[in-house]
């Protein structure tokens, strides 16, 4: 066997570790190391390095051994917006429905749900909507109602493998109103059912206050401060607000934090 080939079976044994038997995992390994110059074996662990990488494997492994191991396959951050004024408006209705996928072993996010809806009730985006959120009448005109979204995310759900029954994955807030008063509540209005994926959920201020020992006032302003981070994009933006999010909760995990459920059953 040549050199070559022996440390290419090498790094095909560690990126296919799982496929073999762990007792014939190691006798394979030193069958083959046995074949190889001492020089060879010396650089063999770049080798396997730069095949993890190829595969896309590089960055969650040196994540996953930065920090131990959450109780969650899968977060998914959740932030809405939605329509509003001063006084405040009633009923109010989700306008924006953002999802990041977070792999819980990466922390890294790696799938996106997005999509404006169209408000029914009050149809009219207010001057006050508009400045708060960013979210403009020709972003939610014309767009799908929130029955037809929430079937949307259902079906992402399936296609990412999240309804899996084998699969732990739950929802991440900051706070517990888009999923305690906002959505419940305007399915109420509308009549549609709440799906139970959607009945437990992380609140982010409760675990930054575990980890940290202090309560965040300001919610994503006071988390990034506290953990020396830059804020990304615009706030009350709801796709961004997720995006601060996931870099919040990568930067608690990459401290050591376990994030566990905070809601309380239905």
Known sequence: VS??????MIALLHTGAAKFHQNLLPRTRR?????????????????????????GF???MAAMSSFPPQRYHYFLVLDFEATCDKPQIHPQEIIE??????NGR???IESTFHMYVQPVVHPQLTPFCTELTGIIQGMVDGQPSLQQVLERVDEWMAKEGLLDPSVKSIFVTCGDWDLKVMLPGQCQYLGLPVADYFKQWINLKK????????WPKNGLL????????????RPHS?????????NIMKTLAHRGFIFKQTSKPF
């Open 222 to 233: 006071d988390m990034n401060k506290g953990l020396n981070l830059q804020h990304i994009g």
């Open 3 to 8: 050199d070559a080939s022996g440390c290419s």
């Open 31 to 55: 069958a083959v190391c046995s074949l190889l110059s001492p020089g060879v074996l010396k650089g063999y662990d770049s080798i396997v390095s730069r095949k993890l990488a190829s595969h």
């Open 97 to 102: 429905f953002p999802i990041l996928k977070l």
């Open 207 to 214: 675990a930054y206050s575990f980890a940290m020992g202090s």
């Open 106 to 108: 990466t922390m890294e």
């Open 58 to 60: 590089g960055a969650s």
């Open 238 to 246: 709801g796709i961004d607000d997720c995006k601060n999010i996931a």
